[in-house]
């Protein structure tokens, strides 16, 4: 990813931190003086909110380190390890959210729903406004990761202030937790989308945008090549996407490999997004001595 990308994508995220931090504050006394369960739920996955958007700001610093003798990659891993972070705490969140409803429902506890009503109208508008800023930069998982907190917020805003109208017009203190195991269902779903998009890459997976079969028809499809075996892609993260690969050449095709190598690399990178190749030419005919391993 380019530098100014980068730069860009720390800028949202400094703003979507001042803005977290200012709402997770407000809403912490404005759930303590309403006695909302619903407020005080997601001032505690805004506290969650935070730490996301502080590791994925360090871990975006970490990244644009360069690769070292022992980091060949470079560091672009953290951003998942950050990812990865956010995830298992967004799943423990949602069951301390469940414990504290179902505790509601036992023990009945009286709601002021018009200081819940304001707070949670203001609390929508600041999230629409991070979602502004951290949008442009969504590809990205670890930017994604932070998105989805906060998308995840938003949509509960929306929930908590429909909540606080029934309750104000009707005087249903229930609806307080069963919004709050609303707020821990949408939070449950998106870390478990998220852990399973890490985990996949983590176990250098194929990225999901790519097929296997296709990927190798297309390189065969180059004149002069004649089979494509040894196949391996995976991701670094979720925006740098690396392929291995042996290809079977005709004869004739050994005396330019340059040409051939600028083509396939041009068909990778264009097609399927991959910007890092390394590619073994082998004659037609050509058997390899001790291959242990013949994923594809």
């Known amino acids: 990813m380019k530098c100014d990308a980068k730069a860009s994508e720390q800028k949202s995220l400094i703003a979507a931190l001042f803005i977290t931090g200012g709402i997770m504050t407000l809403e912490t006394i404005g759930g303590l003086i309403s006695n909302s369960l619903a407020l005080l739920s997601d001032a505690w996955h805004m506290l969650s909110d935070l730490t996301a958007l502080l590791l994925c700001f360090m871990a975006g610093k970490i990244a644009l380190k360069p690769p070292t003798k022992d980091k060949t990659y470079g560091y672009y891993r953290v951003e998942v390890l950050s990812a990865l972070t956010n995830g298992v705490m967004l799943a423990f969140i949602s069951i301390f959210i469940s414990y504290e409803a179902f505790n509601r429902f036992i023990h009945k506890v ?64 229930f609806i307080d937790p069963i919004i709050g195991l609303m707020i821990s269902a949408i939070i449950i779903y998106g870390a478990g989308k998220m852990l399973y998009t890490i985990l996949h890459i983590l176990l250098e997976g194929v990225p999901k945008h790519i097929d296997i079969n296709e990927l190798k028809e297309s390189i065969k499809n180059i004149d002069g090549i004649i089979d494509v075996h040894d196949i391996h892609v995976w991701s670094i993260t979720s925006y740098i996407h690396c392929l291995s690969a042996h290809l079977t050449v005709k004869p004739w095709a050994i005396k330019d490999l340059n040409a051939m190598l600028n083509k396939v690399k041009q068909v990778l990178e264009s097609k399927y997004g991959i910007t890092h190749s390394t590619l073994q030419f082998e004659e037609e005919g050509y058997k390899e001595i001790g291959e242990i391993h013949n994923f594809q």
């Open 110 to 173: 009286e709601v002021k729903s018009l200081e819940m009503l304001i707070i949670a109208v203001i609390w929508l508008i600041a999230n629409l406004l991070s979602i502004s800023f951290l949008s442009k930069h969504s590809l990205n998982l670890n930017i994604k990761a932070a998105f989805l907190h906060v998308l995840g917020d938003t949509v509960s805003s929306i929930g908590v202030i429909i909540g606080a109208l029934i309750i104000f017009f009707t005087g249903w203190y």
